[in-house]
């Protein structure tokens, strides 16, 4: 059983930045990846950026990729996704997931989900 709980979420305006934690609990020895997810309202989530736990290779999606970068810090089982130049476009419900397999760029099985943090863009 993992446990994560985000944190970080909050009203930006437009260009402005924000960074969302992911902190995890529980058996997060075997986690391969560690995904960032958003959901619009009437959409489904759609994955944002991954990281893998063993070597920390990272993977954006298209509409985030040079605004957002994802890292960790193994001492604190922590997942940050650190979001600049926030657009409207990115206000949704940010969410953090365990991927069953390494971070890559197609086919994330998500297992873990945490409870999602808001995120609004506006002026």
């Known amino acids: 059983q993992v446990r994560l709980v985000e944190s970080g979420g909050g009203w930006v305006q437009p260009g402005g930045s924000l960074r969302l934690s992911c902190a995890a609990s529980?058996?997060?020895?075997?986690?391969?990846?560690i995904g960032w997810f958003r959901q619009f309202p009437g959409k489904e989530r759609e994955g944002v950026a991954c990281?893998?736990?063993?070597?920390?290779?990272?993977y954006y999606s298209v509409p985030v990729k040079g605004r957002f970068a994802i890292s960790k810090d193994n001492a604190k089982n922590t997942v940050f996704l650190e979001m600049n130049r926030l657009i409207p476009d990115d206000t949704a419900v940010y969410y953090c997931?365990?991927?069953?397999?390494?971070?890559?760029?197609?086919?994330?099985?998500?297992?873990?989900w945490g409870q999602g943090t808001e995120v609004t863009v506006s002026s």
């Open positions: 529980g058996f997060t020895e075997n986690v391969p990846a």
């Open positions: 997931a365990t991927l069953l397999g390494p971070c890559s760029g197609s086919g994330w099985t998500m297992d873990y």
């Open positions: 990281i893998s736990s063993s070597d920390g290779s990272t």
